[in-house]
């Protein structure tokens, strides 16, 4: 279990800069709101996440079924990180990290039993 979570930690470090560098560009150049930047940032670096994860760390099948499994549960948390921080009127770097690592974790636990659960 240490070595799959070693790999989609490894996996998520990649994925993370791609959302930082997405939800700076959009946030600070377009102007968009958190919740927006935080869930178009989410689409662009899951996609890369979910393919790498799905062939490296969970070596398992890439489904469009599981793929549309895991982007709308972690799209969801994107979304619902984004609007809490836009209401309690958070700074970006906060929303960022805050949702970094909570998607880490939920969504190792999530891939692990749930989108990839029959992966060996």
């Not at 799905?54 to 799209?75: I, L, Q």
């Not at 770097?93 to 992966?119: M, N, P």
Request: hydrophobic content about 55%.
């Amino acid at each position: 279990m240490l070595k799959l979570f070693s790999r989609y930690v490894s996996v998520g470090v990649i994925n993370t800069a791609l959302h930082w560098i997405c939800f700076g560009v959009l946030f600070h150049f377009f102007g968009t709101t958190q919740a927006i930047s935080n869930l178009i940032a989410f689409c662009v670096a899951v996609t890369f996440s979910f393919f790498v994860n799905a062939k490296w760390t969970f070596k398992s099948k890439a489904t469009t079924g599981r793929y549309v499994e895991f982007v709308v549960f972690m799209g969801v948390m994107a979304a619902l990180t984004g609007y809490i921080a836009d209401r309690l009127h958070s700074p970006a770097l906060i929303t960022l990290i805050a949702f970094s690592a909570f998607s880490l974790v939920a969504g190792f636990i999530y891939s692990k039993f749930i989108v990839f659960r029959d992966a060996k």
